[in-house]
């Protein structure tokens, strides 16, 4: 059996292939970074968007194959993209699915995802044991854990899981991957069923970061809806510093339609052809739109040409791996009664 010391150390989240194209012919990128020192620095494309074993799978006959395997996916949807960037667009229909679902993965394969479902998690078990009270914390671990816990080990998951924030969940790299498929897989069809505009740059370029899929939120609706990719008025993608994917709300084509209507399912046909697609110049507007939520979907860094500086926005935000906020009664203090009356078994 294979061991670590046999396979890739480093994982990377954002491909170095995708960064290639906001580097200089050096493969020289800028970092950004939204610490406290936002102080800026220029590395190898090999050096960023990385980390040890992050997709590593300890059992198995080649730990690092799920990185073997975003690697193949990484291969064909580089292809496509540099199709685009010799105007062979609108892409086809299978190529087009390719180019979803590595753009749906690349929403969920980074630390971010992870981060968020560690603190999902966290918020579920704190309301799940806090609500049930201190004396069915007991029935609670059998139920989960299946077995009878010390008093001493009652004591502590009760200490744990009540504290603000939950109890200190880490997933395992197996169960990030196996949510980032289930949902990539749910995503694509999000990307895919939308018309696409192609966006050439000349005088202005773009900037990516470590989340390069940004949601642009519906102007109709609002702010406390939030936005989600079945919502999103627009979903940016910048390929490279001067070449950009908009992926357009296919609502303005559905207007007044019911689900039932025949022409719905013709159009959804059409928009998979690529029969609504564009290509256009790009426009200072249109950096402006792209570049802002480049930053503003952003996790950690922003990514850009060692000559683009003046393209990144004014006023960064701090860094944020959580990308869900789950507040309200998940932050309620709880006293060791159960909410509901619930009784020992």
């Known amino acids: 059996m294979a061991g670590k010391g046999n396979t890739a150390k480093l994982h990377y989240y954002v491909p170095q292939a995708y960064l290639r194209g906001f580097a200089n012919d050096k493969g020289r990128i800028t970092v950004v970074p939204f610490d406290d020192s936002r102080k800026t620095f220029v590395s190898s494309v090999k050096n960023v968007a990385a980390q040890s074993h992050f997709y590593t799978i300890d059992g198995l006959s080649e730990p ?3 990185e073997k395997a975003l690697s193949r996916i990484e291969h064909d949807a580089t292809l496509i993209l540099r199709d685009f960037e010799t105007g062979m667009f609108p892409p086809s229909e299978a190529d087009r699915q390719t180019l979803s679902f590595y753009m749906a993965l690349q929403c969920v394969r980074g630390p971010d995802t ?3 479902m560690d603190y999902i998690h966290a918020k579920q078990i704190r309301v799940e044991v806090g609500a049930g009270g201190r004396r069915n914390v007991a029935s609670w ?6 077995l009878d816990p010390t008093p001493e080990q009652e004591n502590c998951i009760w200490e744990a899981a009540t504290q603000p924030g939950g109890p200190p969940i880490v997933f395992s790299n197996q169960t990030h991957i196996e949510h980032m498929v289930e949902t990539a897989e749910e995503l694509t069809s999000y990307m895919e069923c939308r018309p696409w505009i192609l966006v050439q740059f000349d005088r202005r370029s773009l900037i990516t970061s470590d989340a390069p899929i940004s949601m642009i939120p519906n102007p109709d609706h609002e702010q406390w809806q939030g936005v989600g990719f079945a919502t999103a ?9 001067k070449l950009g994917l908009l992926m357009c709300d296919p609502g303005v084509l559905l207007s007044g339609l019911t689900p039932q209507n025949p022409r719905v399912q013709e159009t959804r046909t059409a928009i998979l052809r690529g029969t609504y697609d564009q290509q256009q110049p790009g426009t200072t507007a249109m950096e402006k739109l792209f570049n802002e939520r480049s930053v503003g979907s952003a996790s950690e860094y922003v990514y850009h040409h060692p000559d683009d500086a003046q393209f990144v926005p004014d ?12 507040n309200g009664f998940t932050d309620a203090e709880y006293d060791g009664e159960p909410w509901f009356g619930q009784q020992e078994d």
């Open 141 to 146: 671990i059998k139920k989960n854990f299946g």
């Open 233 to 241: 008025w627009g979903i940016t993608f910048p390929i490279s510093r």
């Open 64 to 66: 690092d194959e799920f």
């Open 114 to 116: 992870r981060k968020t």
């Open 315 to 326: 006023n960064l935000p701090e860094p944020n791996l959580v990308k869900m906020s789950v």
